[in-house]
């Protein structure tokens, strides 16, 4: 596996040079990590950047009744994780690989020092910063002021911009996810779901 071409993928890097790609590349851990791994959470708050080069990862909460509370989908690219500079999540958060992932690891001094070589960097997570916030305040909205059905539509939709595949007139939406993932990114249940699935197949607004 080349892994400098796999960090030339990564959204965070994906303008520096081939020589910054391949200084980074070693000083940073890649680790192969199988789907299920809880690579991240709040008794495990280590201060680290992880950099997703391949796979899925999903960052979710416990709720006070114990239920579990999923915020985002990360897929290929995507940074998460913290410094004592940056945060990319807070620290109520787990990250839970969804299939067998390869995630690169950044110690907080070595990922300050390569944002001290590299100003361009800092800019950029403060974009990725400001489009996470924008997101968390979309989900809020929905949750608050729609009906189930409108959220699950309007979370489908975000799901295919991110990870939609186009083939023929259908997007098709290329990520393992179960109806209990969709039902715990609205704020319903895995039955509620699986009615509105069907509901939305007879009405031809989807198809399996």
């Not at 899925?56 to 709720?63: E, H, N, S």
């Not at 924008?134 to 990870?163: G, Q």
């Not at 993932?181 to 989807?206: C, P």
């Amino acid at each position: 596996m080349d892994k400098v071409y796999l960090l030339s993928q990564i959204n965070l890097l994906e303008e520096l040079p081939q020589s910054e790609l391949i200084k980074l590349d070693k000083v940073t851990n890649t680790l192969p990590i199988k789907k299920g791994t809880v690579v991240m959470s709040p008794t495990n708050r280590i201060k680290t950047f992880f950099l997703l080069k391949k796979g899925q990862v999903r960052l979710y909460k416990i709720t006070s009744t114990g239920k579990e509370f999923t915020l985002d989908i990360l897929g290929e690219g995507n940074v998460f994780g913290e410094t004592t500079s940056f945060s990319l999540t807070d620290g109520d958060i787990y990250a839970e690989t969804m299939v067998d992932s390869f995630v690169c690891t950044l110690s907080k001094e070595r990922f300050e020092n390569f944002v001290h070589q590299n100003p361009g960097i800092a800019l950029k997570l403060i974009s990725i910063l400001s489009s996470k916030l924008a997101e968390v305040y979309r989900i809020s909205e929905s949750i608050a002021y729609r009906d189930v059905k409108h959220r699950l539509v309007l979370l489908l939709i975000r799901l295919s911009n991110k990870f939609g595949v186009r083939r023929g007139d259908w997007q098709t939406i290329d990520l393992k996810i179960t109806q209990n993932d969709l039902a715990s990114m609205i704020g319903s249940s895995r039955e509620s779901v699986s009615i509105l699935f069907g509901e939305l197949m007879e009405e031809r607004i989807i198809i399996r």
